[in-house]
């Protein structure tokens, strides 16, 4: 794996990365939550933008410019349909879309949510391990990104994160122990 997965507990609108992954749903409307958050911070451009490209299917993200925040690109993961909920599905097809956004666009760095987990009601922990996987799978694959930083809304949400991080790195021990016997 030659990238690099942190995670921290923040805002992911302050990252200075290249890219943001917004927690979206599939007619990009900015709402509430992350999206509502980067509608604020960012301006109304983002929203503009997200008009002029239309809706995505559930499952899938699409990329536009980060208006006034710190990054240059705003990726929406779009995980939910409307006023719907995210399954593991469509926040693991969502979140794969958007690291493949990342990679097409030359992004480096990007900061992500709990996607799913607020207003769609995806549960946290299965959250953490199905964007830990990808991640982790996404990085062991060419890509340009070196780092892929989630950044969780209090700390809470960090430690469940840090929890299943920590557990599949004593898994992957386990697993590189087993097979020097």
């Known amino acids: 794996m030659s990238g690099r997965i942190t995670i921290r507990e923040g805002d992911v609108t302050a990252q ?7 927690a979206a749903n599939n007619d990009l409307r900015l709402g509430s939550g992350v999206a509502g958050a980067i509608r604020t911070k960012g301006g109304p451009s983002i929203q503009q933008e997200c008009e002029r490209h239309g809706p995505v299917a559930v499952g899938e993200a699409a990329i536009t410019g980060a208006g006034e925040l710190p990054a240059r690109h705003v990726i929406h993961a779009a995980s939910m349909a409307l006023g719907g909920e995210a399954s593991e599905e469509s926040v693991r097809g969502s979140f794969r879309h958007a690291l493949a956004l990342a990679r097409e ?7 992500v949510p709990a996607i799913g ?37 209090g700390e809470p949400a960090y430690r469940v994160f840090e929890m ?7 898994s992957a021990q386990m697993e590189r122990l087993k097979r020097r016997r």
Request: hydrophobic share 50%.
């Open 117 to 153: 987990a607020g207003v769609a009601g995806f549960p946290l922990q299965r959250c953490a391990e199905v964007l830990l996987e990808e991640a982790r799978a996404h990085l062991e694959a060419e890509t340009s990104l070196e780092e892929i930083r989630f950044v969780l809304f």
């Open 16 to 22: 200075e990365v290249d890219a943001v992954v917004n």
């Open 105 to 111: 666009n030359g992004c480096r760095s990007v900061a």
């Open 164 to 170: 299943v991080n920590d557990a599949a790195k004593v």
